[in-house]
């Protein structure tokens, strides 16, 4: 068994150049990152030289038992597998996604799913699945292929909740958000479909008491919802404007008490107050580097809920801010020699 205890703290990125790659970064007790190495990914990424190339929450994951890392290669239709070392990767598997443009993963119960966007109508926009097996290779799960709620449905985002039970995927061209269940052998059941309350659905949290939040690309906002055990969603926040731009992606402290946006945009970063009964309280927004350019994308934040990161995308750096007592970020450092594409990078992932 890996054991966890002798692992480094680490943090990793994906360049989605042509020849894909995951950048490794080793971070320090205090925060701070250091280059460690990059590794070939097996797949393609797209090369678009563009902030937010995939249009997605999601596609660079740790498993829950911290042995694998998992990300998409949409250039190629394809999911990569790695086993975690103790401050290295080591490639295990590279397969096919299940359909076109993969962009967002989530993995509960040693199972794996993802959403391909599709290419309609050759290819529709669907959620599959895959099988974690002890040394990371993937296996196709029978039944668990399900289409989202249109062909060209958009899908920005996938998660799980905690106990296994339920997929929730955000829909951005068609406002909805799609809720599945997960049958006791991985197989889905097909999706009850919920209006997003505002236009945009994109990052989503899954809580541990049923409650998911959502960001709201369109309106600039996020909302949170109570998901009922038949899979439809009480509206409890709706539609908390932060006055920004490009609201698209959420990272959640452990203990579920704060969420923050990234808002791609206007260059900022919007702290909300996630209240006991899950409703949403806006706080504050501050730049994620002091030019307000970098255009921040998918954030993730330490297990201890100590340090936030996100990529700011239109720079290809990593700010790294200090979360105190209150959820107020203390900017502590801008990393900038990242080896990631100066435009061009996704997804985000801290161990």
Same mark, same amino acid.
């Given at each position: ?15 989605? =150049? ?128 399900? !289409? ?5 449905? +958009?899908?920005? %985002? ?5 106990? +296994?039970?339920?997929? &929730?995927?955000? =829909? ?15 197989? !889905? ?25 959502? @960001?709201?690309?369109?309106?600039? @906002? ?25 609201? %698209? ?9 704060? &969420?923050?946006?990234?808002? &791609? ?18 706080? =504050? ?29 239109? =720079? ?15 900017? !502590? ?15 985000? &992932?801290?161990?």
């Amino acid at each position: 068994m890996h054991c966890i205890d002798n692992q480094y703290n680490m943090l990793f990125s994906m360049t989605n =150049e042509l020849e894909n790659k995951v950048v490794v970064f080793l971070r320090r007790s205090d925060g701070f990152l250091s280059y460690q190495k990059v590794y070939k990914t097996g797949g393609k990424g797209t090369g678009a030289q563009i902030v937010d190339p995939l249009g997605s929450q999601g596609s660079i994951v740790i498993s829950r038992d911290k042995r694998f890392l998992f990300l998409v290669n949409a250039g190629s239709n394809e999911i990569s597998s790695f086993r975690i070392n103790q401050t290295d990767l080591t490639l295990v598997d590279v397969i096919p996604s299940g359909g076109i443009f993969p962009n967002s993963l989530t993995e509960v119960n040693h199972n794996l799913y993802v959403t391909n966007s599709g290419n309609s109508p050759q290819a529709p926009s669907n959620v599959s699945g895959f099988h974690i097996d002890f040394y990371g290779h993937l296996r196709p799960l029978k039944g668990s292929k399900r !289409l989202l709620s249109s062909n060209t449905a +958009g899908s920005r %985002c996938i998660v799980a909740s905690s106990n +296994g039970s339920k997929l &929730a995927v955000s =829909e951005n061209v068609t406002n909805n958000i799609s809720i599945y269940k997960i049958n006791d052998d991985g197989s !889905l059941s097909n999706p009850v479909v919920n209006p997003s309350n505002g236009a945009g659905p994109f990052g989503s949290s899954y809580l541990h008491n049923n409650i998911l939040v959502v @960001a709201e690309v369109t309106i600039n @906002a996020m909302s949170s919802y109570y998901v009922q055990r038949n899979r439809v969603l009480d509206v409890i926040s709706a539609s908390v404007l932060n006055n920004q731009t490009a609201t %698209c992606w959420i990272s959640v402290t452990p203990d579920e008490r704060y &969420a923050y946006t990234s808002n &791609a945009g206007s260059g900022t970063l919007t702290r909300y107050r996630i209240n006991e009964n899950g409703s949403l309280t806006i706080i =504050e927004s501050i730049p994620s580097t002091p030019s307000m350019t970098g255009g921040p994308i998918d954030s993730s934040i330490d297990r201890e809920g100590q340090n936030f990161y996100v990529l700011n995308g239109q =720079e290809g750096s990593i700010s790294i801010f200090r979360i105190k007592e209150n959820g107020h970020l203390t900017l !502590l450092q801008i990393y900038q020699n990242t080896r990631l594409p100066h435009v061009g990078a996704q997804g985000l &992932a801290v161990l």
